[in-house]
């Protein structure tokens, strides 16, 4: 039986263990619907099936995954660092037209303005606090440049390998960067998460969802910006 410790553990970090848990069941569908995929194209040019473990861990399989986790992370970067300084007017996912920057110590609490149970490096000041307040975005960041990279390498591989396959000389690294290959992966991932971000701002100053603090409360005018239901 569930006792009322766990019980309040999972309520508190429902939205993170769901996702988690969706983002597991969605990998092993991608890797299981891709090893399918894969061997019917081995067996229509006549060549071996390869097992479930040959085929996560081989580039093909690296790159449909590392394109996608940077291409999110591309989003939510870019997305932090620019609702600091733009807004959407009506947006529940932006501030107010004239209250874009960073704020005042005050109204984010840093320094001698911190609470006593704000976060340690809020109240520190110097270096510590500067890194702090921008640590979102800086890690959103480092992890988008991180699964690029690797992206890029997975997607190397599996370009030499194509190329290999079809009798043709494989390219170094660098010039895997400036093939069409790369840039179209890139870009077909970055599009449609620019247009999904976009849409948001803009379907949230005029639609609404009950209960969702992604959306405004239902009765709230149109032009107020920032509301949360």
Request: glycine share 10%; hydrophobic share 40%; charged share 15%.
């Amino acid at each position: 039986m569930t006792s009322e410790k766990e019980y309040g553990f999972l309520r508190n970090n429902a939205l993170a263990l769901v996702f988690g848990g969706l983002f597991l069941v969605s990998l092993v569908g991608q890797a299981v619907s891709g090893l399918a995929d894969h061997n019917a194209q081995q067996v229509a040019e006549g060549l071996e099936r390869v097992s479930l473990l040959d085929y996560v861990t081989s580039s093909s399989f690296g790159v449909d995954v590392m394109e996608n986790w940077q291409s999110e992370y591309l989003q939510f970067f870019l997305y932090i660092f620019a609702t600091v300084w733009l807004v959407q007017k009506g947006s529940s996912e932006s501030k107010d037209p004239g209250a874009e920057g960073t704020e005042s110590d005050r109204e984010q609490r840093v320094g001698r303005h911190a609470d006593d149970d704000s976060p340690a490096w809020a109240g520190t000041g110097g270096w510590r606090t500067v890194l702090f307040s921008r640590s979102l975005g800086l890690v959103m960041g480092a992890l988008f440049l991180l699964t690029w990279a690797a992206s890029s390498v997975a997607g190397w591989a599996a370009f030499n390998s194509e190329q290999l396959g079809q009798r043709q000389d494989p390219v170094s690294y660098l010039g895997y960067l400036g093939e069409a290959d790369f840039w179209n992966r890139s870009f077909q991932n970055w599009q449609s998460e620019m247009l999904a971000v976009g849409s948001m701002a803009i379907f949230s100053v005029y639609l609404r969802q009950r209960g969702s603090p992604e959306s405004k409360p239902v009765g709230v005018a149109h032009a107020d910006t920032g509301q949360t239901g």
